[in-house]
């Protein structure tokens, strides 16, 4: 599936490239950011701050969360009962999907939280404008770690191991980080242009 600015949520067949179906226009509208939740369910982030999940068969929306106050950047499955989520009201937020309801909520960023990631079942990653990285306890509201190297906003985050991730920004850089020890153990610095994504 993808999303894009002209306003469309499509969902498309791998193998021959075309597209198979296009959500309608409520349930595209305004959607920032997609996770597959199951086979036929997505969970999408929406500018209002609002959280759905929706049954991409039926092209229908099962349950509306109001979960932030501002755009909704990012998405993460935690588990089959549980997501994350960051937004540009500066927090991040731990929902139960079984009651729909927001069980923990994350504060400690001091701008827009751009990226989250999940390190293990218990330990996930973010990313903000701060030009800060935090390392979260989601048992607890702890923030285990502040990284903090880049220059500018940290755009991007990418667990690679259940200890390391990269990170890319506004300076220009991707770094790669031990979030055990937080040292950064590389620095990668060819773009001439903002770092928007890695993979």
């Known amino acids: 599936m993808s999303i894009s600015h002209d306003e469309t949520v499509k969902l498309w067949n791998y193998d021959s490239g075309e597209c198979i179906k296009q959500l309608p226009l409520d349930l595209s509208n305004g959607a920032t950011c997609l996770k597959q939740a199951s086979y036929n369910k997505v969970i999408a982030g929406y500018t209002d701050g609002t959280i759905k999940i929706i049954d991409i068969e039926a092209d229908m ?15 993460q499955m935690i588990s089959t009962e549980q997501v994350i989520s960051c937004s540009d009201d500066k927090s991040i937020k731990l929902f139960d999907l079984n009651i729909w309801y ?7 960023h001091k701008d827009i939280v751009f990226c989250i990631d999940k390190l293990d079942d ?10 800060t990285i935090k390392v979260w306890d989601l048992s607890s509201d702890e923030c285990l770690k502040t990284l903090q190297v880049h220059q500018d906003n940290v755009n991007w985050i990418t667990a ?14 991707i770094k790669l980080w031990d979030i055990e020890s937080g040292e950064c153990l590389r620095t990668f610095d060819d773009h001439t242009s903002t770092v928007s994504c890695i993979l």
């Open 102 to 108: 927001s069980i923990r909520t994350f504060h400690g």
């Open 61 to 75: 929306c099962l349950k509306t969360i109001n979960a932030h106050s501002d755009n909704v950047r990012c998405i």
């Open 122 to 131: 218990t330990i996930k990653v973010c990313c903000s404008r701060d030009d």
């Open 160 to 173: 690679v191991s259940n200890k390391q991730v990269f990170s890319g920004s506004l300076d220009r850089t």
